[in-house]
């Protein structure tokens, strides 16, 4: 119920105030008969009244009252009217409420402590104001409020401003603590003297490492040699040099997230709080957390600037758990790794000292600790050197860490043992175990962190660590190395020049170390690290299964797959190199592959961009190179399988047929390194590869025809549909599963398919040598495979080879590659076809250099008239305009009539005509 301020001597006064208002709380209990009024702001009951418990307490919005869901939209309720209806007389009794019961007694406690705490609020919120006279006012109002919640909501808020100085804190906080104590015990609220006694506490704890730290007198030195840190830190000294310079480029960093940031009063408190033992824990939920504390305290220790033992003593006072403190200061060392490798030895020297006194503190080891068994303190050691991404720093430390458990252990060992044998334990070998981890770790590391060439892919650097290596399986070594090959754009061949340089010899001329020479070297001794895991196999399949995963995303990069490809050919296990190759096959590419086949078929002809792009994805130029790695991926298959079946036959030439891959060759075991196998996680692309069935040759086969018709195809972009090449078993047959026994094309093909193929493949050769006279291309799909390719297609699609051959030569000196042609010859078989076929060429040759060339010579007009008649009219027959290369020299013609007239027998019915030709040759061609 809401009650307006009566009108008084406040609205006649000459600067009116706004009305007052104050909300009171009326309960109505049925069952004691009792009407009660609370005032709502802390105030107490302000009255009761006995009314029976046959009462309806109702409001303006009550329903009986004539207010309904339509009548009040829009109708402020006046929360005043409130009333009680006696249902037994039918009274309506009103309550009316005097403003003034509000209001505060003058002489309440909790009214005045109210007011002194918005007095403290205002005090905390003031600017300008010195330290002594903040520190006096918020003494003097602390110790005036009385309300035991009101003064701990003050001294918090105080404890919180981040203005105050850190003595100004202590100060009030220890005189409030002081007053307590002062009282009776039962005067005293035990909530509040307990937060204010931890409170004092955790600011005494701050101001006295915050004075160790600044002293810069007190620093000491540790007399212990540490023959065993400094032989460890030399053998791996050239390792954190190259680390070092990688770790410390230039970065993007925030001014608030630095460590040399000094830690607030006010953070500190946040950080920490006090344990039911009366000791102090750390409170920190966030890694940075645990950062900032442990350099507050223990970097200036590890520096060398403040006294170690000074420091240790007084954590170890205040009550705080050693292993909170060990975590404190391995999150600091590890977060300072950039620092710590400018002075290795000097910050290794202040760890151990530092690892040692913690040791020494009451509840770090156990006293009754088995040297036998593993210690729950170094093992919280190695798990945090085990889960840490900073390689160096984590290795510092293991070294650190293992020579003060050796120390430990012998210390502990029976005399008799220790003077005759050296005392061993597990926990020894899991820390020679974990060192050696770690220092394969950071030559990975370093070797990931290496920048990548300018205008490469890039990406982020990967971290790693033992913990991340061990959970990436037996695979997970190979596959970072991978992503880093990736990355820097290694070629193939020269990785495989990097991977087999453990077993060459250093070139001693090459003295001078370039970078890529650095990082050759590091790769080839991270895999002497990794023998297993990082084998040429291993790492190949790896590199392979990376490059088609990046085409996957990107598959305009068509040499993303063309390298995946070349990394397939790199591996020599032929089980692997099966297996890798079925699952790219079936991952990757049979869809895409697939797609481009039925997309052919419809359009007829090698399709534009447009359409390649809309139903496969990628443009017309990254399809032809999508196909030509389609007919070598399928090539290696068909190999492979030869292999494992033990055939000798070239791939084009098999004359077994093996229905599936017949594995006489043991397959080979997946191994990791002594010190990895502990190594669990998803299984490798090796594993998955070996897990694979071996594949129907046939099938095989029949894919790799059609790849290669398409191929083909886009690159002379030519008209054809490829699947109609093939009868309904070929067609039924395309895009199922390698593994699977299909039923395959045999016998006899129908004619008109074997001369829709015959056709197609003349066109290919047809394209060919037009595309290699053009000009001097380095394109390498315009190579001289092409030739040979069309042979070994034919043999397969039932084509003539002698048709192909002679196609082929034919061609050749229509286009003026008389040399091209006369080496093509040697392999034509019908020599009399051939022969009448050039003798035409011929005679178009010398039509167009004697009746058709604007050039014409008096000799060659004399020579005209002096032919015969029926060779002048054969010549006047010819049309020049059939051949792409009319203007052929002399010489050529010559020797072109001559090899005629050679492969020509005497009883052949042109063999007159072609001496004929010769003579008249022979007649243009000037003496020399």
Partial sequence: MQIAEERGIREVSSSPTPKRHALFLIIYAPRRGI??????????????????????????????????????????????????????????????????????????????????????????????????????????????????????????????????????????????????????????DETLFQFC???????????????????????????????????????????????????????????????????????????????????????????????????????????????????????????????????????????????????????????????????????????????????????????????????????????????????????????????????????????????????????????????????????????????????????????????????????????????????????PESKEKKSEEKTEELLVALCKRFPNSLSPDLLFAHCCWEYVVQWNKDPEEGRYLSWAVEHLKQISNPHIQLGISVMMWSTFIVKRFSSTSFLMEKVGKAPKDRLCRRDVGMGDRALTSFLGSCVQLLQILMEVTGQLVKNEYHLSFLKYFADSAVDEEAAPEVSVEEVWSGAEGPVSIAELALEQRGVHYPLVQHHCLLASLLHAAMTFSLKVKPLSLFDSKGKNAFFRDLTSIQLMPNGDMDPAIVSLRQDFLLRVLTSWVQAIDTSVTSDPTMGDCWPSLCLDLASLLQVNLDILRRHLVYELYNQGLDVRGEQAMLEVEDKDVLGSQLLVLTGQRLSFSLLHSQSQTPPSMELLARLPPTLCTWLKAMDPSELRSPAALLSQNHRLISRVTEILPENHAQYGLALQLLEAVEALTPDD
């Fill in 197 to 507: 006694s931890s409170r004092l506490k955790l600011l005494r704890l701050f101001c006295d490492i915050q004075n160790l730290n600044s002293c810069t007198d007190s620093t000491e030195s540790s007399f212990e040699t540490l023959e065993d840190i400094h032989q460890d830190l030399s053998r791996v000294a050239s390792i954190l040099q190259r680390y070092a310079q990688l770790h410390t480029r230039p970065s993007v960093s925030f001014a608030q997230d630095s460590p040399d940031l000094p830690m607030s009063a006010q953070a500190f408190l946040c950080h920490m709080e006090s344990s039911e033992e009366g000791g102090l824990t750390v409170s920190c939920k966030e890694e940075s957390e645990w950062n900032r504390l442990g350099n507050f305290f223990f970097w200036s220790s590890l520096c060398g600037k403040s006294s170690i033992s000074k420091v240790c003593e007084t954590l170890e006072q205040v009550g705080i758990p050693p292993q909170q403190l060990l975590s404190l200061l391995l999150s600091m060392w590890l977060k300072r790794e950039k620092e710590i490798l400018q002075k290795p030895k000097e910050t290794v020297q202040n760890l151990h000292t530092l690892l040692v006194t913690l040791s020494n503190m009451k509840g770090a080891v156990d006293e009754a600790w088995d040297t036998q068994s593993v210690s729950p303190w170094w093992q919280q050691v190695r798990n945090t050197c085990v889960q840490s991404h900073n390689a160096a720093a984590a290795l510092l430390a293991a070294f650190v860490a293992h020579h003060a458990t050796k120390t430990f252990i012998t210390s502990r060992a029976d005399s008799k043992l220790q003077s005759e044998w050296e005392a061993v334990s597990l926990e020894l070998e899991q820390w020679l175990v974990c060192v050696r981890q770690l220092e394969d770790v950071l030559v990975l590391q370093t070797l990931l962190l290496l920048p990548p060439p300018q205008g490469t892919t890039g990406g982020a650097v990967a971290q790693c660590s033992i913990k991340t290596l061990l959970e990436g399986g037996a695979g997970g070594v190979a596959d970072s190395v991978s992503k880093w090959v990736f990355r820097h754009d290694l070629a193939p061949e020269r990785l495989k020049d990097i991977v087999y340089f453990n077993d060459a010899e250093t070139d």
């Fill in 35 to 188: 009407l009660e009024v609370w005032a709502m702001q802390r105030g107490p009951r302000v009255g009761a009244f006995n009314v029976g418990k046959h009462c309806r307490l109702l409001y303006a919005g009550y329903r009986l009252m004539g207010v309904n869901s339509v009548t009040s939209q829009g109708w402020q309720l006046h929360t005043q009217q409130v009333c009680l209806l006696d249902s037994t007389n039918g009274a309506l009794r009103t309550v009316n409420i005097p403003f003034h019961l509000a209001l505060s007694d003058k002489k309440s406690e909790r009214a005045k402590d109210m007011h002194l705490s918005k007095k403290f609020t205002a005090l905390l919120k003031s600017r300008d104001l010195e330290p002594d006279v903040l520190e006096n006012e918020a003494k003097s109002l602390l110790l005036d409020i009385k309300h035991p919640a009101v003064k701990k909501q003050a001294l918090e808020s105080l404890l919180s401003h981040r203005s105050a100085p850190v003595s100004c804190l202590a100060n009030i906080t220890n005189t409030l603590y002081e007053s307590f104590k002062n009282q009776d015990a039962d005067e005293v």
